[in-house]
């Protein structure tokens, strides 16, 4: 196949940039049919193994998923532009309702906007989770694996690096060994160099912090470096971590604030991590104004993002050798099948906490339970408008979202909540 020029790629990548709601499942659908089903340029083979790839990386799959991609279609410059598309659609959105935020606080009507695209929300989580349980989920071994990593991680709260390695485990020990020879593996001087220029980008602006005695940005900038290594999963598998660092160790904003930016960030286009953005504008702010917030929010994107394009430059290369190994490949397929118990787990995550004005916790486990006295009803309301509009009415996305929002104001506005 002839490789999309770089204007069909903007094209294509900038349409996914702008209409990347709903969290990581929602997103990697979005991107499986513009890719494979509208465009062909990967074969579903390829988006599962990718998707796959890019589960076992540290950082949002979504975003390094869209950079594999444009990486696979055109290098390093395709890969720039696509993860670049992604997520600068919603770092500018983040920026502009962080400043609004800074300065008008709470917004009642723009809340009741939010619950009317947060209800959309759950119905586009729902639609992508099926999407790929049909794509992934092709015997009754990757239904099986499914099912014990949403119970791992919903019930009993297990680690994510875990039940990817015990489904990556099991797929290597049960491989079929009937395969292809293995395709080489890339000059390892050419990963290395890879790995040494994008390192020295991550490290320069620290460098330049320690050096001038810039204590608070150094300190955002070590922090969320720290985080971008160790999110393994996506950003929800690192919230409670970062809030409880960014609320009670460092003092940066209060719990009302993070549960706002939390918000906030679900109901934008691109990964939800994006959230670290919010959280270093408002803590900038009140360090020291609006130059001090957006250095700190610039700062924040930087050493979230280059990270990404470090893992899959680095390891992209890796991808089609790994796949023609018959053990390691079964590794990553059966991974993919974990992976859709994972996304279920946060998709129903997602729901209660929308629905629900208060979620428990079970008694030694990590079972939410919902208490039913904060049933919002028309939460529920909303998400049922959203499902007759998308799933009857066959509704696109951002028409959805819009209407949705407007749903939600109306509501507001008719002092109904």
């Excluded at 659908?29 to 988006?47: F, G, P």
């Excluded at 962080?98 to 209800?119: N, S, T």
Aim: glycine share 8%; aromatic share 10%; net charge neutral.
């Amino acid at each position: 196949m002839t490789a999309p020029s770089y204007p069909d790629l903007f094209r294509v990548f900038g349409r996914i940039g702008l209409l990347s709601f709903g969290g990581p499942a929602a997103q990697i659908a979005l991107m499986h049919d513009a890719l494979v089903t509208r465009q062909k340029w990967l074969s579903e083979d390829q988006y599962l193994r990718a998707l796959s790839l890019c589960m076992l990386l540290p950082g949002p799959e979504a975003m390094q998923l869209a950079t594999f991609s444009g990486w696979r279609l055109r290098g390093t410059w395709g890969g720039l532009l696509a993860g670049l598309l992604f997520v600068v659609p919603g770092a500018v959105v983040i920026l502009a309702l962080a400043l609004l935020y800074i300065h008008f606080g709470e917004l009642p009507l723009v809340q009741a906007a939010f619950l009317g695209i947060k209800a959309a929300v759950i119905v586009v989580v729902l639609q992508a989770l099926l999407r790929l349980g049909q794509k992934a989920l092709s015997d009754r071994a990757a239904w099986i694996l499914a099912a014990i990593g949403f119970v791992a991680l919903f019930v009993f709260g297990l680690p994510f690096p875990l039940v990817v390695i015990a489904a990556g485990l099991f797929g290597y020990l049960t491989a079929d060994l009937r395969a292809p020879p293995a395709a080489p593996a890339p000059a390892r001087a050419r990963t290395g160099r890879t790995v040494m220029i994008w390192a020295a980008l991550w490290a320069t602006p620290l460098i330049v912090l320690w050096v001038s005695a810039q204590d608070f940005l150094l300190q955002v900038g070590l922090f969320f470096s720290k985080l971008a290594v160790v999110t393994f999963g996506g950003a929800y598998a690192v919230l409670a971590y970062m809030t409880q660092e960014v609320v009670q160790d460092f003092d940066w904003i209060s719990t009302e604030q993070m549960i706002d930016a939390l918000g906030l960030a679900e109901t934008t286009p691109g990964p939800l991590i994006l959230v670290t953005e919010f959280v270093a504008l408002l803590a900038g702010f009140a360090q020291g104004g609006l130059g001090l917030a957006l250095a700190a929010g610039a700062l924040t994107l930087w050493v979230t993002f280059i990270p990404c394009f470090l893992w899959i430059f680095a390891a992209g290369p890796y991808l089609d050798h790994i796949a023609a190994r018959p053990r390691l490949s079964a590794a990553l397929s059966r991974i993919t099948a974990a992976v859709v118990g994972v996304i279920l787990n946060l998709s129903v995550w997602f729901a209660l906490h929308v629905v629900f004005g208060t979620i428990e916790t079970a008694q030694g486990l990590a079972l939410p339970v919902p208490n039913l006295a904060t049933l919002n009803i028309w939460a529920v309301v909303l998400t049922l408008i959203a499902m007759g509009l998308m799933l009857v009415a066959k509704v696109k996305l951002l028409p959805t979202l819009g209407l949705m929002a407007l749903a939600g104001c109306a509501i507001s506005l008719a002092g109904l909540t």
